[in-house]
C-alpha cells in the first residue's frame, strides 16, 4: 500500500495524489491543475490514466479539480467520488476551464498560422468536460461508502467551500488496515455561509495543506467595517471599488458583505450604490450556492434565509453576462462595485476593468484573496508602478488595497488545532500545498509542536502506508529557466529598462519592509535571523 505525491508538493496549486491501496489497484486524491507561476516541477503520473480505478474530490476548486478533464482525455472512465454540492460546482467550472483552454488554444493557433506553424490542441474540450461530469457519483457527509473490497470512504465538512471535505480513507491490504485523512483545503471558522471545518477523530496517516501553514490571520480584523470604509473613501471621492474575485466561494462571500452592509444600513450616504458581478461563472456559481441542502449552510445563513431573506441577493446587485454588457460597465461614470472573474488577475473579465481603472486615482482596487507568485494580481499588489494589460503599458494610480479578515483557508493556528482534534495521534503527517518553504516550516512546526513525525514530500516521492517507511525520497526539480526563488516582475519576458530594474529594487525593499512588519510578535530566533542577514547585505 503506497501513497505517491503528484502535485501541490512544495507548491500550492495542482493538488494530486496517488494511492495503490492494493497492488496494481490505483486511485488519486484530486487532480487538480496548476495556476500562476512554478518553480517545481511536479510528478508525472506512474501509470496511464486508464489505470486509475477512482478519483476522490475534497471540492470544487480549479487548482484541486481542474485536470479531470484531462484524465479522461487520456483514458480515465472510473469514477469520481464527490459531495453533491462539489458535483454541482464542478459542472458549471470545468465547463468554464475547458472553454478557456478552448478559446486559448484557437487564439495560440492563429498566432501559429501567421507564422506558418501548426494549430494548437486544448488541453480538454467542453465535450471532454462534459464527458467527465457523468462519472461523478455523488455522495453525503458522514456516511462511509464501501467504494471497493479494501477501500472505504467517509466525506468530512472541511469548512473552505460549500460542498468541501476531508476525505476519510478506510484501506486494508492483506488483513491490514490503514486509516489515511486527506484534508484537501482546510476551512477557516467563521466564515460566512458555510459551516465550520469539523474535526476528524482519528488517523494513521494525515496529508494536510500548509497555504497558511507559517503565518496567523490577523483575527482582530473584521471583514464588513473594512469593507464599509474602503466602499465610503472610494465613493467619496467618486471612483468606483474594483474587486478581483475567485467566481466560487469569495464571490458568495462578498455578496453576503454587502447584504449585511445595505440590510444593517452601514453606509447611508450612498445606500443605493449597485454591485456588477461580471462573471457568467459566479452567477453561476451563486444559483448553485442558492440552490444548495440548506444542511450545509451555517447557522446564520440558515436564521437569514428562515427570516424569508437571501443571504446573497440584495437591491442594487446587477449580474451582467454578455461581453458586451461587461464593456459598457466602464463607460458608465456613476460610483460602483465590480465583482470580475480571475481572483489574481491572470485572465478572466477582470483584465478588461483593470485596465480602465488602474490609471485612475479615484478608483480602488480591493484584493480580497491570496495572490500568487508572479501573477499580475501580486505584481500590482506588490507596488508595481504600471502593468501591462493586452499589450498596453497602464500606469498604477487606483488605491490598491487588501480585504484582510477573509480568508477561505485555516492559519497556523487552525491548521494545528485541527490536527490536535485526532484522538488517536496520526503516527505520520504528511505536508503539500504550500509555497516550497511554508510546506517545510509547517512540518517542523508539526515535529515539534505535536511531537508527530511530519515531511513535506517533494514530487515523486513514495511512501509505505503498510510498512510506514520511505520507498522514495526526491528533492526539489526545478523547471526550465528556474531557479529557486525566482519570481515577480523580473521574471517575465520582458525587454528592461534602466527605470525598470530601479523598480524592481524599490519593489523588492518594500516587500522587505512588509516581510519585516509581518514578523513582528514572532520568536526573537526568527527576528535575530533576519536582522543578522540585513546587516550582512548591508
Ligand atoms: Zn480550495
Not at 484557437?106 to 507564422?115: C, I, L, P, V
Not at 487552525?414 to 512540518?443: I, M, S
Not at 526563488?485 to 519593489?507: A, C, F, I
Request: hydrophobic share 35%; charged share 25%.
Amino acid at each position: 500500500m503506497k501513497i505517491t505525491f503528484l502535485g501541490a508538493a512544495h507548491q500550492v496549486t495542482g493538488s494530486r495524489t496517488m494511492v495503490e491501496w492494493q497492488e496494481n489497484r490505483y486511485f488519486l486524491v484530486d487532480c487538480g491543475m496548476e495556476q500562476g507561476i512554478n518553480e517545481l516541477e511536479q510528478g508525472e503520473m506512474p501509470v496511464p490514466a486508464s489505470r486509475i480505478e477512482y478519483v476522490f474530490l475534497t471540492h470544487a476548486h480549479i487548482d484541486h479539480s481542474g485536470l479531470l478533464p484531462l484524465l479522461y482525455r487520456q483514458g480515465f472512465r472510473g469514477t469520481i467520488y464527490a459531495t453533491a454540492e462539489t458535483m454541482n460546482l464542478c459542472s458549471i467550472m470545468l465547463a468554464d476551464s475547458a472553454q478557456i483552454q478552448e478559446t486559448d488554444a484557437a487564439s495560440e493557433t492563429k498566432k501559429n498560422q501567421r507564422k506558418g506553424m501548426k494549430a494548437v490542441e486544448p488541453l480538454y474540450t467542453a465535450e471532454d468536460a462534459a464527458e467527465t461530469m457523468k462519472l461523478f457519483q455523488p455522495c453525503a457527509y458522514g456516511k462511509a461508502y464501501m467504494v471497493d473490497e479494501g477501500l472505504t470512504i467517509r466525506f468530512t465538512d472541511a469548512g473552505h467551500l460549500l460542498g468541501s471535505a476531508f476525505l476519510e480513507f478506510f484501506l486494508e491490504e492483506s488483513g491490514k488496515q490503514v486509516k489515511l485523512v486527506c484534508s484537501g483545503d482546510v476551512g477557516n471558522t467563521h466564515q460566512p455561509i458555510i459551516r465550520d471545518p469539523e474535526p476528524v477523530a482519528e488517523a494513521d496517516y494525515v496529508l494536510i495543506e500548509s497555504t497558511y501553514g507559517t503565518r496567523d490571520h490577523d483575527r482582530a480584523v473584521e471583514p464588513i467595517p473594512v469593507l464599509t470604509e474602503i466602499l465610503r473613501s472610494t465613493f467619496s471621492r467618486g471612483g468606483s471599488v474594483i474587486i478581483p474575485s475567485f467566481a466560487v466561494g469569495r464571490t458568495q462571500e462578498l455578496l453576503y458583505f454587502f447584504r449585511e452592509i445595505k440590510q444593517r444600513h452601514l453606509l447611508p450616504e450612498y445606500e443605493q450604490f449597485p454591485v456588477y458581478v461580471d462573471s457568467p461563472l459566479a452567477n453561476e456559481a451563486t444559483a448553485v450556492f442558492l440552490q444548495c441542502d440548506t444542511s450545509c449552510l451555517d447557522e446564520d445563513a440558515r436564521a437569514i434565509m428562515a427570516e424569508g431573506e437571501n443571504p446573497i441577493w440584495f437591491d442594487g446587485l446587477r449580474t451582467t453576462v454578455s461581453a458586451e454588457e461587461s464593456k459598457a460597465l466602464n463607460d458608465n461614470p456613476e460610483c460602483k462595485v465590480i465583482i470580475a472573474s480571475g481572483g489574481m488577475c491572470e485572465g478572466g473579465r477582470i483584465r478588461h476593468h483593470l485596465k480602465h481603472h488602474l490609471w485612475n486615482e479615484k478608483d480602488t482596487i480591493l484584493f480580497a484573496g491570496y495572490q500568487a507568485n508572479g501573477t499580475l494580481g501580486r505584481i500590482i499588489y506588490d507596488g508595481a508602478p504600471e502593468v501591462k494589460i493586452f499589450g498596453e503599458e497602464i500606469d498604477v494610480n487606483a488605491k490598491v488595497a487588501l480585504l484582510n479578515g477573509v480568508s477561505g483557508h485555516a492559519d497556523r493556528s487552525g491548521l494545528l488545532d485541527w490536527l490536535k482534534h485526532f484522538q488517536k495521534k496520526p503516527c505520520r503527517v504528511f505536508v503539500n500545498h504550500g509555497d516550497d518553504d511554508y510546506c517545510t516550516e509547517f512540518a517542523r512546526t508539526v515535529g515539534e509542536q505535536l511531537h508527530i513525525p511530519a515531511d513535506a514530500p517533494y514530487a515523486g516521492a513514495e511512501f509505505d502506508l503498510l510498512k510506514g517507511e520511505w520507498i522514495r525520497i526526491t528533492g526539489p526539480v526545478y523547471r526550465k529557466g528556474m531557479t529557486k526563488k525566482d519570481e515577480g516582475p523580473s521574471s517575465r519576458n520582458r525587454k528592461d529598462t534602466k527605470e525598470m530594474v530601479w523598480q524592481d529594487l524599490q519593489t523588492a525593499l518594500e516587500n522587505l519592509n512588509r516581510h519585516v512588519r509581518g514578523l513582528k510578535g514572532h520568536s526573537n530566533d526568527e527576528i535575530r535571523k533576519l536582522t543578522e542577514a540585513i546587516i550582512r547585505l548591508c
